[in-house]
């Protein structure tokens, strides 16, 4: 028995050709996120993600009519969604409805690739509807119907708010979908491959994904950051705060990675992304009070903000409840999920790591009736 690596760290399970984390910066197919988040959209980055390469025109109009044709979901797992507990976690709604699909999904346990890309284009496509729906009956309404034009981003912001989305929303969200879009094998990405690699089918494998996406260690984050800059509530109050929990062995949300040690690139974006937001609805404490925690965890800690810390107030900023941060990010890594699924399927080996066992040994049997 080699020595055990705790939560696999360190450990590479396998080869991936989709994204690589390198030297401190994050890339997709080779293209760094820099230039990405900059120059491209999410429907181009799917593509891009799915296929290996940046799509031509023809290819990337051919997606967008592919997504906005399948974003419709089928009225029975809206029902799931009108007979769910008001109170229940958007992300249980999520995994809920995500699993539903399948039930109306004619080729769900077809794996052939062609039917398995059609099932992402589905996945990616009815995600956003469903987020938006569940906001919607939860609050007593009627769900928007997904637009017939668009991108995705701006699709879900008119389902969400039942509004035209002000331009530089869309945008704002659409460079969110972009940075969150993929990220080698972080937890809920591991749980897809690990189900998938049974070669049981692609919902099964993004079900596993939203189960482990949910927790405050990973995607959960954004939604404990957005509580903890509310519990604050004003600058002048950060650093009692955040002396208070590091001094109780806290964790600070939305900080540390295990992978990145000097920074998440992804964080810079958002980073400026929020100080525009949050003052341009007048809510520049936000902003503030964020750039505070992230000097004061700096020098205290030496961590760094990850994707979890700016993105929640740049969520906020854009009218976003604060339970539904998750399943935002859920959408748009529907889109990494899917693509390690299908590369999981084109070179795959069951995972199955061992254990070093260190439990008792040569136990004899006592019957029932001599255990006392
Ligand atoms: C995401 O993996 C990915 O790629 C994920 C992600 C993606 O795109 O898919 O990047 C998205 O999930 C980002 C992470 C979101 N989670 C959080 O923000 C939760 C807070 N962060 C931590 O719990 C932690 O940093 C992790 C879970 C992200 C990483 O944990 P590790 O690698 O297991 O590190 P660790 O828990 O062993 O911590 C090492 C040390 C410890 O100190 P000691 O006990 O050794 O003294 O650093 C400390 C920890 O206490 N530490 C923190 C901390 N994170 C680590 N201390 C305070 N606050 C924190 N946030």
């Given at each position: 028995m080699t020595t055990v690596a705790k939560g696999l760290e360190g450990v590479v399970a396998a080869t991936s050709a989709i994204s690589a984390i390198e030297n401190g910066m994050l890339t997709y197919r080779g293209i760094d996120i820099d230039v990405l988040a900059e120059r491209s959209n999410f429907e181009e980055v799917v593509y891009l993600l799915w296929h290996g390469r940046l799509p031509k025109a023809?290819?990337?109009?051919?997606?967008?009519?592919?997504?906005?044709?399948?974003?419709?979901?089928?009225?029975?797992?809206?029902?799931?969604?009108?007979?769910?507990?008001?109170?229940?976690?958007?992300?249980?709604?999520?995994?809920?409805?995500?699993?539903?699909?399948?039930?109306?999904?004619?080729?769900?346990?077809?794996?052939?690739?062609?039917a398995n890309i059609r099932k992402a284009v589905r996945l990616v496509a009815k995600t956003p509807t469903l987020v938006a729906a569940w906001q919607r009956i939860r609050s007593g309404e009627e769900p928007v119907a997904p637009r017939s034009n668009g991108s995705i981003a701006e699709s879900f912001l008119t389902m969400l708010h039942g509004r035209e989305p002000d331009p530089?929303?869309?945008?704002?969200?659409?460079?969110?979908?972009?940075?969150?879009?993929?990220?080698?094998?972080?937890?809920?990405?591991?749980?897809a491959r690990v189900t998938v690699g049974t070669l049981s089918d692609m919902?099964?494998?993004?079900?596993?994904?939203?189960?482990?996406?949910?927790?405050?260690?990973?995607?959960?984050?954004?939604?404990?950051?957005?509580?903890?800059?509310?519990?604050?509530?004003?600058?002048?109050?950060?650093?009692?705060?955040?002396?208070?929990?590091?001094?109780?062995?806290?964790?600070?949300?939305?900080?540390?990675?295990?992978?990145?040690?000097?920074?998440?690139?992804?964080?810079?974006?958002?980073?400026?992304?929020?100080?525009?937001?949050?003052?341009?609805?007048?809510?520049?404490?936000?902003?503030?009070?964020?750039?505070a925690i992230e000097r004061l965890v700096g020098e205290l800690k030496g961590l760094k903000p990850n994707v979890d810390f700016y993105s929640a107030s740049v969520y906020h900023s854009l009218g976003i409840p604060r339970d539904l941060f998750t399943p935002i990010f859920a959408i748009s890594r529907m889109a990494g999920w899917t693509a390690h699924i299908l590369e999981q399927y084109s070179d795959n080996r069951l995972i199955r790591p061992r254990a070093e066992y260190v439990g008792p040994s040569n136990v004899p049997y006592v019957p029932i009736e001599a255990r006392g």
């Open positions: 023809s290819e990337l109009e051919a997606l967008r009519s592919a997504l906005i044709e399948a974003a419709g979901v089928p009225e029975d797992v809206l029902a799931v969604l009108r007979r769910a507990p008001q109170n229940t976690h958007p992300m249980t709604v999520l995994r809920t409805a995500i699993s539903a699909l399948a039930l109306y999904d004619a080729e769900a346990e077809d794996m052939s690739e062609a530089t929303h869309v945008e704002a969200l659409d460079k969110a979908f972009i940075l969150h879009a993929d990220h080698e094998f972080n937890a809920s990405t591991f749980a919902y099964s494998g993004v079900v596993a994904a939203l189960g482990a996406l949910k927790g405050p260690l990973h995607g959960g984050a954004n939604e404990q950051v957005m509580a903890m800059l509310e519990e604050i509530g004003a600058p002048d109050r950060v650093e009692a705060y955040i002396r208070g929990k590091l001094e109780r062995k806290e964790r600070i949300m939305g900080f540390g990675h295990r992978v990145y040690k000097d920074g998440d690139p992804r964080a810079k974006h958002l980073r400026e992304m929020s100080r525009r937001l949050t003052e341009s609805i007048g809510e520049s404490k936000w902003y503030a009070m964020s750039v």
